[in-house]
Nanobody, 127 residues
Framework: QVQLVESGGGSVQAGGSLRLSCVASGATGRSNCMAWFRQAPGKEREGVASFYAPDGRGYYGGSVKGRFTISRDNGQPTLYLQMNNLKPEDTAMYYC????????????????????WGQGTQVTVSS
């Protein structure tokens, strides 16, 4: 099992930026694919971005393309999400997830592909 701990959430005004971090520990060999999801109250969990470590490729959900950037430090596996030009509709709990999924977002970022989850970090964007 991979343990995931997120940090970096907070409250910002529209147009601002935040950087989320997710540190992985435990069975990190099972974390070739790591991703960020978000869930707003009353809504389904949405795939935001994913990163496939073996080839270094990132994939993004349509609503965040051009504004968010996913990256990973493989030292102690740490996943980052740089969020720029934040909008009120980005308000949600953001979760980090990990798996060994080889597709890792190539055909969509779905929660069913991920076995390990963090507790989440809240992002609130005010207008």
């Amino acid at each position: 099992q991979v343990q995931l701990v997120e940090s970096g959430g907070g409250s910002v005004q529209a147009g601002g930026s935040l950087r989320l971090s997710c540190v992985a520990s435990g069975a990190t060999g099972r974390s070739n694919c790591m991703a960020w999801f978000r869930q707003a109250p009353g809504k389904e969990r949405e795939g935001v971005a994913s990163f496939y470590a073996p080839d270094g490729r990132g994939y993004y959900g349509g609503s965040v393309k051009g504004r968010f950037t996913i990256s990973r430090d493989n030292g102690q596996p740490t996943l980052y999400l740089q969020m720029n030009n934040l909008k009120p509709e980005d308000t949600a709990m953001y979760y980090c997830a990990a798996s060994n999924s080889w597709s890792c977002g190539r055909y969509g970022i779905g929660p069913a592909d991920f076995a390990s989850w963090g507790q989440g970090t809240q992002v609130t964007v005010s207008s």
